[in-house]
């Protein structure tokens, strides 16, 4: 793996690690690796050395477009000191560190989702048309802009992975990293982080479910 960004190997398998640091949408020499040439529009431009701000721009606030995209867009601006237009909530990634491995949910605004258990086995849910999952997300990103509303953005690099038995939840924005962790029960069970965790939990079970059942 390339890249300037952090590059965290919570797993023993590699597909996990892979897939667990392009959540995070911070790495585009990661996305670079993966994208097949000759680029298409957006990697053309997201991936080129040198890209106009107007580019960016467009991208970074564009309707329709994936968010992993669109934070790939943000995170150039960001590193260039430019703020995107718009502030925007993208995606939610809780990662909850268990006695047995790492835990991981990473649920974007358009209703997709990652989820790696602590086994590394995986689910990648591109469906965005089942009821209950969008209803769960919605509901998730409701009381997660709550929380980031209330709290500022990381000026650092991403922390490496919790440690077992602390919980974070990262909040990826278009100004930036929000992310709050803190021991599992205390943060389960705190007012603010509770909620977002409880209808995550209930996110979780529903992909995996649903994988299984496919």
Known sequence: M???ATIDLPYSDESANIIYNLVFCDNAGLFQELTEKPYTYPFDILLAPAIAESDLQKIAGGEGIDPRVKLLACNRLLAAGILPQKKELMAVIVEVHLEEGLDV???FVDGTARYINHSAKMVI???TDDEQAIDLTNKLFEHSLKIVNRIGPWDKPREPHPVKGNTRVTF??????YFGEAR??????DPMAGP???VATKLMNHITSKAGKQ
């Open 2 to 4: 390339t890249g300037n």
């Open 105 to 107: 949910l990473a649920s």
């Open 125 to 127: 849910w591109e469906t």
């Open 172 to 177: 990826l924005v278009s100004d930036g990293l």
């Open 184 to 189: 599992s029960n205390i943060l389960f069970s």
């Open 196 to 198: 977002a965790l409880n």
